[in-house]
C-alpha cells in the first residue's frame, strides 16, 4: 500500500531563517505530488504540484520554492522566512496524470511557526 | 478560478443525530470528494464520486454527486464523538487541469454527548 511522510511534524523558526520541508511517498511511481498551505481554521491553497522529476508548476507567487529531486520527494524551501509563511504545510499525491481525476490523499503535516 | 461552496460553515449537533451537508458550484466538475481533517492532522479521504448521480456510502457516510453535476451532498448518519472535524469538500472542475482539485472552505462538526 501507499504512505506519505512529511517532517518534521512541527517547526518553528525566526524571520528570515531557511526552511527545509521534506516529503516522501512509498508504493507507487511517478507520482503527482503537491504542497499545500492551510491558514487557521481556514481551507487549503494549493501552492506546487509535480507531475514529475524536476517539473514544479507554482501557483501563487510567494517566498517559497519547490523542489522534486527523485521520483518520490518533494521538498519545499525558502531563503528567508517571513512572518506571512506560518501555516499548516501539507504534501499530498495522487496517481499519474494520465488516470485522470483521482483523489490526492494527504500527509499529516508540518505545524510551522514563525517569530 | 473555480469555487466551492460549501454550507453550513459549522454544526453543533448532539451525539445520534442525522448531519447533512453540501457544496455547490457555478460550474460543472468531473469528480466530487469528500475529506476529513482533525486538529493537526492531514484530510482523510471519505468517499470519491466518479459519475453525476452516484451513490456512494462508507460505513454510516453517505454521499452523492448531483445530477446537474454542480453539487455534492455528504450525510452522516447517528453522530458519534469522533465525528468531530472538518469536512471538506472538492472536486476536479470540467474546465481545469486534470491535475488539481478545487476545495470548499469546509464545514467544521461539533458533536455534543
Known amino acids: 500500500s501507499q504512505t506519505i511522510h512529511q517532517w518534521p511534524a512541527t517547526l518553528v523558526q525566526p524571520v528570515g531563517s531557511p526552511l527545509s520541508l521534506e516529503c516522501t511517498v512509498e508504493?507507487?511511481?511517478?507520482?503527482?505530488l503537491y504542497w499545500y498551505r492551510q491558514a487557521a481554521g481556514r481551507g487549503l491553497q494549493l501552492l506546487f504540484y509535480?507531475?514529475?522529476?524536476?517539473?514544479i508548476s507554482s501557483e501563487v507567487p510567494q517566498n517559497l520554492s519547490a523542489s522534486r529531486p527523485q521520483d518520490r520527494q518533494f521538498i519545499l524551501s525558502s531563503k528567508k522566512l517571513l512572518l506571512s509563511d506560518s501555516g499548516f504545510y501539507l504534501c499530498?499525491?495522487?496517481?499519474?496524470?494520465?488516470?485522470?481525476?483521482?483523489?490526492?490523499?494527504f500527509g499529516d503535516g508540518t505545524r510551522l511557526s514563525i517569530l | 478560478g473555480q469555487q466551492l461552496n460549501q454550507s453550513p460553515q459549522s454544526m453543533f449537533i448532539q451525539e445520534g443525530e442525522d448531519v447533512s451537508m453540501n457544496c455547490t458550484s457555478s460550474s460543472i466538475f468531473n469528480t466530487w470528494l469528500w475529506y476529513k481533517q482533525e486538529p493537526g492532522e492531514g484530510p482523510v479521504l471519505l468517499i470519491a464520486l466518479y459519475k453525476a448521480g452516484e451513490l456512494t456510502s462508507n460505513g454510516r457516510l453517505t454521499a452523492q454527486f448531483g445530477i446537474t453535476r454542480k453539487d455534492s451532498f455528504l450525510n452522516i448518519s447517528a453522530s458519534i464523538p469522533s465525528d468531530v472535524g472538518i469536512y471538506f469538500c472538492?472536486?476536479?472542475?470540467?474546465?481545469?487541469?486534470?491535475?488539481?482539485?478545487?476545495f470548499g472552505t469546509g464545514t467544521r462538526l461539533q458533536v455534543t454527548l
Open positions: 499530498a499525491w495522487s496517481v499519474p496524470d494520465w488516470y485522470s481525476n483521482q483523489p490526492q490523499h
Open positions: 472538492a472536486g476536479h472542475p470540467n474546465t481545469g487541469t486534470a491535475s488539481k482539485l478545487t
Open positions: 509535480s507531475v514529475g522529476i524536476g517539473q
Open positions: 508504493g507507487t511511481s511517478n507520482p503527482n
